[in-house]
């Protein structure tokens, strides 16, 4: 095996740009899609119970074959693997608008949430890299351009269907444009390679302790931030009696403050460190619940949505960068603690709804204030293990090599 070469800040600071270039084009899928959503389920004849379990597939077909990605890494390098896997996500952009019913869709969603979750394991893995190598943080700032491209995704989405231009059409020509731009920006990105006598990971391994208890942190960050985005309109609506307006505000709100944080949360994180920046916002998170739950008008559940949001909008990406720094195999563990995320957002819209139904939506961001609060106590788990860290970076002297 060569030794690792030396990385020039140029490239340093070239390959930052470039994984953020990823986040945003993988981002950009995710909001050319959501737009769409009302044209597909007219064009596959579903009602909203069919479109409900259409939709979950997406998260299934993730969290099945996420575990998959650290091998894929493991046979063709991090840059190729990554390369191939975006452009499968970027291409399956096409899929859910062809399907013509229920079975189809489902099918169709599965493929595109798989594509989802592996290039989302990949493109962290790398992120969390960069971060390792540059000495500082930012893991925050690329999970806010994954915003970035959302809310550019979803704006383009908005104008074709405002336009009435055909889902079908509309997907294909973003799915195109998505994969050229993905496929240059992953031109720049670190290119990690293990050791030709390095052992394959298996196809699907546990992830290691650490990472499970990071991952129960990002739980909790996902489930109240999959919560307030899908509820926080309804609660406006049916606990407050607002109008369509303010409820749809609330959402935009949340939306546009995760995305703000996100953006700005590195420097924070740099400056205070990772323990006590989720803790802070752990507080502030806990604090929006109890303004939600407790003063039951309308701009105090708005105030209070928003600090749920600044409050969980760095925690999965310090989640994921804390399982990156937790053992030599940092793909493993980001795809158990990517598994146990994305089964939060999985579960929990259906499970506020189910709370809802037996008590009250109150009673449900009451559980949501809880897990917030968790955020608190759990945020240690997040910390830099230096011996672990010095395990990990000689880890990496002996199994990876990087090709500028």
Not at 53 to 61: E, H, K, R, T
Not at 167 to 195: E, Q
Not at 380 to 390: D, E, K, N, Q, T
């Amino acid at each position: 095996m060569t030794a690792e070469p030396a990385l020039t800040p140029r490239r340093l600071r070239r390959a930052r740009f470039a994984i953020a270039a990823v986040f945003c084009t993988h981002g950009a899928v995710t909001g050319s899609f959501a737009t769409r959503i009302p044209w597909i389920q007219e064009h596959a004849g579903l009602d909203a119970g069919s479109l409900g379990l259409a939709l979950a597939c997406p998260a299934v077909g993730a969290a099945l074959t996420m575990p998959l990605a650290g091998r894929i890494n493991h046979r063709f390098g991090a840059r190729t693997a990554l390369r191939g896997l975006l452009a499968l996500w970027t291409l399956s952009l096409v899929l859910p608008s062809l399907a013509p019913n229920l079975v189809a869709l489902c099918a169709a969603l599965f493929v595109y949430g798989a594509t989802a979750g592996m290039s989302d394991v990949a493109m962290n893995a790398l992120g969390v890299e960069t971060e390792n190598r540059m000495g500082r943080s930012i893991m925050s700032s690329l999970h806010g351009m994954w915003s970035v491209g959302a809310l550019v995704g979803s704006a383009a989405g908005t104008l074709a269907a405002q336009a009435g231009a055909d889902a079908r059409l509309h997907h294909l020509l973003a799915a195109l444009a998505l994969t050229a731009v993905g496929l240059v920006a992953v031109g720049g990105v670190l290119d990690l390679r293990s050791a030709d006598d390095a052992p394959a990971p298996p196809h699907f391994a546990r992830p290691p302790r650490a990472a499970l208890l990071i991952g129960l942190v990002g739980f909790a960050a996902v489930f109240a931030e999959g919560a307030s985005l899908d509820w926080s309109g309804v609660y406006l609506r049916d606990v407050l009696g607002t109008g369509a307006g303010a409820a749809a505000a609330s959402t935009t709100a949340f939306a546009l403050t995760m995305a703000a944080a996100r953006l700005v949360g590195d420097r924070v994180v740099d400056r205070f460190g990772a323990v006590r920046t989720v803790r802070a916002g752990g507080v502030l998170a806990t604090a929006g619940g109890l303004l939600v739950v407790l003063w039951q008008q309308p701009v105090a559940a708005l105030v209070g949505f928003g600090l749920i949001g600044l409050g969980v909008a760095v925690v999965v990406p310090l989640a994921f960068a804390a399982a990156g720094r937790s053992g030599p195999a940092p793909a493993q563990a980001i795809a158990g603690v990517a598994t146990i995320t994305y089964t939060s957002g999985l579960i929990a819209p259906s499970a506020i709804g189910a709370v809802a139904d037996a008590t009250s939506l109150v009673v449900s961001f009451g559980l949501v204030t809880l897990l917030a609060a968790t955020l608190i106590v759990g945020a240690s788990v997040l910390g830099p293990r230096r011996a672990g860290a010095a395990a990990t970076a000689a880890d990496r002297d002996e199994t990876a090599a990087v090709r500028p």
